[in-house]
């Protein structure tokens, strides 16, 4: 394999004196610091292209949630998948590299893997709509020339396109055609066919969507006009007037628990916010009382596996591994005990990161995954595709309009990561065919008052949580502390973890009154700033 040009090239793409670190979706950081990522990780695509016989790897440029001056890439496997984990360290290998050392580093991994360098390399990358994404992008692409690998350039778009694009590719079609119209067509046709299978007299109300001034506006306003005469979406933070994630989008409003700025909300509207990618959504809403109220990912997990539980049940399907839902310890603690003992589906917790959640859903036949911030999606086994596609042959005339809505939804799932506007369908959906409103939605079950705070430190990375991030191993008297205080107040629980996209440490608190859940989550903040050293101002009582 001939490096020349890459020694050549990397010298317009100089590392800074950064100890880069893949983290929870990728590297993020402030943008101007990640030129030299950015070449690299189209060098690293080329290999992972390379070992996996050619099939296309996927290179998205965004730092999704963050705030606009940050950027970030997020990897995409050939199926759709991030990154598969066993490579997360060749990727921080070679972003780390001093400038000297990339090419041997890059060789290391060629004999790590045992990778064919002879066979061709195919990268398609993509971006979101922050200004120096095309640069970054640019960077990227270099990075893949220069190996000699052949890059596909989808421009901007969101994240989840980009993912489908990729298993598109790799699927020679099957999965979908590998373009935007073939993305937008695939979603609007099953929402549309589903729309007609539930009763195509039937409306709902519009929707409200947030569109975080980002990527999610500029599709969504597409997609609403496939499915125009189904559902009315109504635009707002379009990236005209505001600024990228300030003030708005899923983010803002899952941890501020409030209304995004840009959006007039009037009693019982249904309203919505994508992220700075448009992988994640909540919905929010005003109730009768005029409080503002959240159903976030939970209460979108608890929702999608109550209808397909239903449809499965009067279709009279059983499957092996049966229908389960993934959450994070974020999820709130109202949300699993309904899951578990109301509803009866099992519950299993993974580590933050839709990857950890993803590949834990895999051990159904049909497995819900949302982290509450929004993140997620639903995946079926072959088999359970297998079970629903043959049970179409010998259903009753009852069962038969089951099977074939749950054989629409599978259609109308974005399989291949959480996606924001495939979410959006799935959840309108289920709300029309019950006829309810977000104010009935979130009647299901009460969330316990929560809050989600950040602390910054001088280095996150001296907390080390256990496997699933519920407890804290080091350092152990922060542990100690977050013990005894959680004794204190009834139904309460805290913990704390160093966040894998931003320089924070996030807290998590919830107990059964609000006052209750304040007062835990300022004392676990300051104990988090108080033992590691925290920076900036003390949290308050
Ligand atoms: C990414 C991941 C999510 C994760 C979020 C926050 O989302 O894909 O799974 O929940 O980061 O992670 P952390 O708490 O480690 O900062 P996104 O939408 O920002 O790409």
């Not at 290998?93 to 001093?98: N, R, T």
């Not at 790799?170 to 046709?189: A, D, I, L, V």
């Not at 990618?277 to 929010?284: M, P, S």
Request: with cysteine.
């Amino acid at each position: 394999m001939d490096f020349t040009v890459v020694t050549k090239n990397g010298l317009n793409h100089p590392k800074p004196d950064i100890k880069f670190t893949y983290g929870t979706a990728g590297f993020r950081m402030k943008a101007d610091l990640l030129d030299s990522v950015m070449f690299r990780m189209g060098l690293l695509a080329v290999l992972r292209s390379k070992c996996k016989e050619g099939k296309s790897i996927g290179v998205m440029v965004t730092a999704s949630h963050n705030p606009e001056p940050d950027n970030g890439v997020k990897l995409v496997d050939p199926y759709g998948e991030m990154l598969e984990q066993s490579w997360e360290k060749h990727a921080t290998k070679i972003a780390q590299s001093s400038d000297t050392d990339l090419v041997q580093c890059l060789q290391d991994v060629v004999s790590e893997e045992n990778i064919n360098t002879s066979v061709t390399a195919n990268v398609v990358v993509g971006m979101d709509t922050r200004l120096v994404s095309t640069a970054l992008l640019s960077s990227v692409r270099e990075g893949v020339e220069s190996l000699g690998g052949q890059c596909k350039d989808y421009g901007v778009v969101s994240t989840p396109q980009l993912h489908y694009f990729v298993t598109c590719i790799n699927t020679n079609g099957s999965y979908g055609e590998p373009t935007e119209e073939g993305y937008f067509k695939k979603f609007s046709n099953a929402f549309i066919k589903l729309h007609n299978l539930i009763g195509s007299n039937l409306t709902t109300r519009p929707s409200k969507l947030d569109g975080a001034n980002g990527v999610g506006a500029l599709k969504g306003r597409v997609l609403s006009k496939y499915i125009s005469e189904y559902l009315k979406i109504d635009v707002f933070n379009d990236g005209t007037n505001g600024i990228l994630n300030k003030g708005c989008g899923a983010d803002f409003v899952k941890t501020n628990q409030k209304a995004p700025a840009g959006i007039e909300m009037e009693v019982n509207d249904k309203c919505l916010a994508y992220d700075g990618d448009a992988d994640r959504v909540v919905y929010f809403y005003k109730n009768s009382e005029n409080k503002f109220k959240l159903l976030d990912g939970d209460k979108i997990a608890t929702l999608i596996a109550s209808f397909i539980k239903e449809k499965l049940d009067i279709a009279g399907i059983q499957l092996d591994k049966g229908l389960g839902v993934v959450q994070t310890a974020y999820a709130n603690g109202s949300s699993t005990n309904y899951l578990n003992d109301k509803m009866g589906v099992p519950v299993t917790i993974a580590k933050t990161g839709v990857k950890h959640l993803h590949h834990k859903a895999l051990s159904y036949d049909i497995g819900v995954y949302f982290e509450a911030n929004g993140h997620g999606t639903v995946i079926y086994s072959d088999n359970a595709k297998a079970r629903i596609a043959s049970a179409a042959k010998t259903a009753t005339n009852d069962q038969k309009r089951a099977v074939e809505i749950l054989s629409a939804f599978i259609d109308l799932t974005n399989e291949t990561v959480g996606d924001a506007m495939s979410d959006m369908l799935l959840v309108e959906t289920v709300l029309l065919e019950r006829q309810i409103t977000c104010e009935s939605w979130d009647r299901e079950y009460t969330d316990l008052p929560n809050k989600l705070s950040k602390v910054a430190v001088k280095d996150r990375r001296v907390i080390q949580p256990n496997e699933d991030e519920t407890r804290v191993l080091q350092p152990t008297e922060l542990q100690d502390k977050i013990d005894q205080v959680v004794k204190l107040f009834p139904k309460a629980r805290s913990f704390v973890r160093p966040s894998g996209t931003e320089d924070v440490v996030r807290v998590y608190a919830e107990a059964e009154t609000a006052e209750a859940t304040a007062k835990l989550s300022a004392f676990v903040s300051r104990c988090v700033y108080d033992i590691c050293n925290g920076v900036g101002d003390r949290p308050q009582a």
